[in-house]
């Protein structure tokens, strides 16, 4: 069975209870494959569409579609704009209800600030939406990213509000029309291996690791000596040969590993 996202997040946990780890996070319009369901039928075992994740949500937090309407949906969503900024509001034209949307939120059927949802119209400020994906270059980057300093780090999540490291840079590719994988040791196999830092490029992802060689980490190169990442909180540091720099606290904080161009 499929189903769709009509909450603007939507916590995919570890386990089918409140308590569970959020291991990633729905936005609104995303599509899942429900593979399996609790004993009791309030969650749902499922496996998102955009990147394989699999997870528990909250049965009443997700929409059954018919096989009809999932394959209609997909076509429209596979040329969606985009919303490049933070935080858009959209409008039911329903119920004239708000919803607020959260940055990579992909809008089908999209033209002129109109988008349709399973037959209901939104409207939302076109200033707020890409309908082609940004041209990848060092000053988009920074037009683009400017807004996400000091979100703050939140395990498993991929909203304004809060972001892991890599649900950062699958949210930020994402504007550029880069499909990112979830994980960081899953993005570090996407793209081909850049070798060194100085012919690194805007965009480019920077890997690093934990003790044990395990990659942990990853971050949006804006140049060879600059990064953008979320640790702590999303900002901007200096990128050496080493790793991250970290002026706050004067040392090293990520060992560089591998950079990959997408």
Not at 127 to 139: C, D, H, I, K, T
Request: overall charge neutral; glycine content about 8%; charged content about 20%.
């Amino acid at each position: 069975m499929k189903a769709i996202s009509l909450y603007s997040i939507v916590p995919v946990r570890a386990l089918a209870r409140e308590s569970a780890e959020q291991n990633t996070q729905m936005l609104f319009g995303e599509t899942c494959q429900i593979t399996a369901a609790s004993e009791d039928a309030r969650w749902y075992q499922v496996r998102l569409d955009g990147d394989g994740q699999e997870g528990w949500v909250d049965a009443k937090m997700v929409t059954p579609m018919t096989d009809k309407e999932y394959r209609a949906y997909r076509k429209a969503y596979a040329s969606a704009a985009v919303v490049v900024f933070p935080m858009a509001y959209a409008m039911s034209e329903n119920n004239g209800q708000t919803i607020p949307l959260t940055a990579g939120t992909c809008l089908p059927d999209y033209q002129d600030g109109r988008f349709s949802v399973l037959g209901v119209g939104f409207r939302i400020d076109p200033g707020m939406v890409a309908v082609q994906p940004l041209v990848l270059n060092e000053q988009n980057l920074l037009q683009a990213v400017r807004f996400f300093l000091n979100v703050p780090y939140l395990w498993g999540g991929r909203n304004a509000l809060g972001m892991d490291c890599s649900g950062f840079t699958q949210v930020v590719m994402g504007l550029f029309g880069k499909r990112l994988l979830r994980n960081a040791s899953e993005q570090a196999t996407q793209g081909r291996t850049v070798t060194d830092l100085n012919k690194a490029k805007a965009g480019d992802l920077a890997f690093f690791d934990h003790q044990d060689g395990r990659i942990s980490h990853v971050g949006i190169i804006i140049d060879s000596s600059r990064i953008i990442h979320c640790s702590g909180r999303v900002k901007v540091e200096k990128l050496d040969a080493t790793g991250i720099w970290s002026a706050e606290r004067g040392d090293y904080t990520h060992h560089l590993v591998r950079i990959q161009r997408v």
